[in-house]
């Protein structure tokens, strides 16, 4: 049976020389712990210039409607489907946009919004914990720094990565675990760790694909 055709097609890994007959080579570990993409600079270039005529202008599946209440979304997010994170947060941002309403909305009521969502309670704590920190801390703006994102409650780096790419037009890549699948399973940027994942897509995707690429991957 023909194995499913990707909806890339066009971006596919490329066959070891051991299923072409011949003798495989080993993949070569590069500096910083991964391993080497299997595809030529010109290879990448193209298929990112592909993905940039399929999708010019390619939109995550989270809702939101300023830094804030993106930032709120991807906190949400974790171990939880987007549908289920938009569902929710659709009438929570209707009377909560700010970090300021938030905080006045207080941690009960912001839990009754996000009953459906996974590890609602916790998540409330934090949501209401990060908006007074934004408040006291940064006047109340979303910091556009990774460094100051992971210092509050609930964020992470790939949650900071997602803000700050998303939300600000930086470079950054957020990988998550289709991310890292990916990056291995066609090796455009193979590597052991999320972290050398990323390392390997920011060394191979070219400069001016890296705002879309988490998209388009």
């Known amino acids: 049976m023909a194995p499913p055709k990707s909806k890339n097609s066009f971006l596919v890994k490329k066959p070891s020389a051991s299923a072409s007959g011949g003798s495989a080579k080993a993949k070569t570990p590069s500096r910083k712990g991964g391993l080497r993409s299997l595809y030529t600079p010109a290879e990448v270039h193209e298929i990112f210039r592909r993905f940039s005529v399929q999708r010019p202008e390619p939109k995550g599946e989270l809702d939101y409607v300023n830094p804030f209440t993106l930032l ?32 006045a909305l207080g941690e009960a009521k912001v839990g009754d919004y996000i009953r459906t ?29 990774r460094d100051e994102l992971v210092k509050l409650p609930g964020v992470g ?7 700050l790419n998303v939300a600000f037009g930086q470079h950054t890549m957020a990988v998550d ?12 940027a193979p590597g052991k760790t999320p972290e050398q994942v990323k390392q390997g897509l920011i060394k191979v995707i070219p400069a001016e694909y890296m705002r879309h690429a988490h998209h388009w991957l």
């Open 177 to 188: 675990t289709h991310i890292f699948r990916i990056g291995n399973r066609i090796g455009l």
């Open 117 to 145: 969502i996974g590890l609602w309670r916790n998540k409330a704590k934090n949501v209401v914990a990060l908006s007074k920190a934004l408040i006291d801390d940064y006047a109340g703006n979303v910091p556009e720094d």
């Open 72 to 103: 709120i979304a991807v906190v949400l997010s974790a171990q939880a489907t987007d549908a289920g994170v938009n569902k929710a947060t659709k009438p929570l941002f209707s009377v909560a946009d700010t970090p300021q309403k938030m905080l």
């Open 157 to 163: 780096r790939k949650t900071a990565n997602v803000v």
